[in-house]
Nanobody
Framework: QVQLVQSGGGLVQAGGSLRLSCAAP????????TGWFRQAPGKEREFVAG????????YYADSVKGRFTISRDNAKNTMWLQMNSLKPEDTAVYFC????????????????WGRGTQVTVSS
């Protein structure tokens, strides 16, 4: 499994923006899909966004569609999640995932996981 290193996150006011990064140092995303999930306190981890291996076909959970943008650069083995118009309900620990099935949205669809990064949106 590829090792994933996350960066970004933090505290932001509602309406603000944050950018998360996920890199695979010494590894590769290969031809698998990659994605982002999040887990709020007391809730299950949920799908946020995914992208196919070429980066040409992103897909999103309805709750973030139009506000979040997922992208990846295979030459840099790096993926990003640009989060705009953040809401307090976006507060969660965000996890990047790799080695996924095409259009995967379930936890079991991805084999490699980052350690998570906290995103807190204040009202």
């Amino acid at each position: 499994q590829v090792q994933l290193v996350q960066s970004g996150g933090g505290l932001v006011q509602a309406g603000g923006s944050l950018r998360l990064s996920c890199a695979a140092p010494g590894g590769t995303f290969s031809t698998y899909a990659t994605g982002w999930f999040r887990q709020a306190p007391g809730k299950e981890r949920e799908f946020v966004a995914g992208i196919n291996w070429t980066g040409s076909s992103p897909y999103y959970a309805d709750s973030v569609k139009g506000r979040f943008t997922i992208s990846r650069d295979n030459a840099k083995n790096t993926m990003w999640l640009q989060m705009n118009s953040l809401k307090p309900e976006d507060t969660a620990v965000y996890f990047c995932a790799a080695e996924g099935f095409e259009r995967g949205v379930a936890l079991g669809d991805f084999a490699a996981w980052g350690r998570g990064t906290q995103v807190t949106v204040s009202s």
